[in-house]
């Protein structure tokens, strides 16, 4: 019997509701349907009962939910143990991070990790994206922490989007946008946009959004690099579309505004080479679904 199998049956019993278990369970209901199929042979007996009224449990199934309950918080107890019994892991992490990322996500993930495996060293090195990857390409890096975007290629790792991350538009306080707390991609029509040279992914994701729009911008501006795309943001009085812990680059003569529009998202991204099982590495993945979940 899995475990998945007594989770959607839980969830079953929570909702009943085919439709909600296998869309929560993140399964489909014609394989919901046979997984009960499979534990009502297994005990003998109908543990659910399907009417034009609805869905309920029988005798049998409000035994077996109950059940199930106690079973699966056992085997979440046992889980924290075994975390418990391996905090005592040793050994070191080489991770590679976005410097500007810092205060919004690396300093609260590695508390989180030290409190949870003290002995583990964490070696926390910061990069622009472009020489990140190519340290992790270069094996230097255990793992790395990026933005990933959906032109992103990183095909060539093994990656966990641990979260979503918030995207802010960095204006310039002559750019009448500077007026508005909360933008949209229409914002950007007839303006001049920043882009960066050493980050094509950003840029592809940005030009597709505003393109997809119907958006055209008065010129895209290409900056070597993000520390350079706020002297140009200044200078051409225009705007650039960031992850939004780049808000806290205070610069003279810039202002940081919300972007509330779906198509910007964008994740922050764990990778690792794909052939790396570490213990180490697979402690730290583990916290960062913790932390995240």
């Known amino acids: 019997m899995k475990i998945s199998h007594m989770r959607e049956f839980i969830m079953l019993a929570e909702t009943l509701s085919f439709t909600k278990a296998a869309e929560l369970t993140f399964t489909t209901q014609p394989s919901l349907s046979k997984h009960l199929a499979e534990l009502e042979e297994y005990y003998g007996t109908q543990l659910v009962e399907r009417s034009r009224h609805g869905v309920r449990l ?71 994206p472009p020489q990140l990857m190519a340290e992790m390409d270069a094996g230097r890096l255990d793992a790395g922490i990026i933005v990933t975007y959906p032109t992103t290629d990183i095909r060539r790792y093994r990656v966990q989007q641990f979260c979503r991350a918030s995207v802010v538009a960095a204006v310039s306080v002559q750019n009448p946008l500077a007026d508005k707390e909360v933008l949209t991609a229409a914002d ?93 590495l697979e402690l730290f993945r583990r916290s960062l679904t913790e932390m995240y979940k």
């Not at 056992?74 to 990322?101: F, H, M, P, W």
């Not at 505003?210 to 501006?221: C, F, M």
């Not at 960031?242 to 940081?256: E, K, M, N, S, T």
């Open 58 to 128: 029988t005798e049998a199934g409000q035994l077996v939910y109950q059940c199930y309950g106690d079973v699966l918080h056992q085997l979440d107890v046992l889980k924290n143990n075994v975390d418990e019994v391996i905090s005592g892991q040793e050994g070191t992490l080489r991770l590679g991070v976005l410097y500007y990322a810092m205060t919004d996500y690396i300093y609260p993930i590695r508390k989180f990790f030290k409190s949870r495996y003290p002995k583990v060293t964490l070696s926390i090195l910061s990069y622009q």
């Open 188 to 280: 950007f029509n007839g303006q001049a946009v920043i882009l960066m040279e050493d980050q094509t992914d950003y840029s592809l994701h940005v030009q597709r959004v505003l393109n997809a729009a119907g958006v055209v911008p008065k010129q895209y501006v290409y900056a070597p690099q993000v520390d350079m795309s706020f002297y140009d943001i200044v200078q051409y009085r225009g705007s650039a579309i960031f992850p939004g812990h780049l808000r806290r680059q205070a610069i003279d003569g810039i202002v940081y505004r919300e972007i509330q529009d779906p198509a910007f998202t964008v994740y922050m991204t764990l990778i690792t080479r794909p052939d790396d099982r570490s213990p180490v």
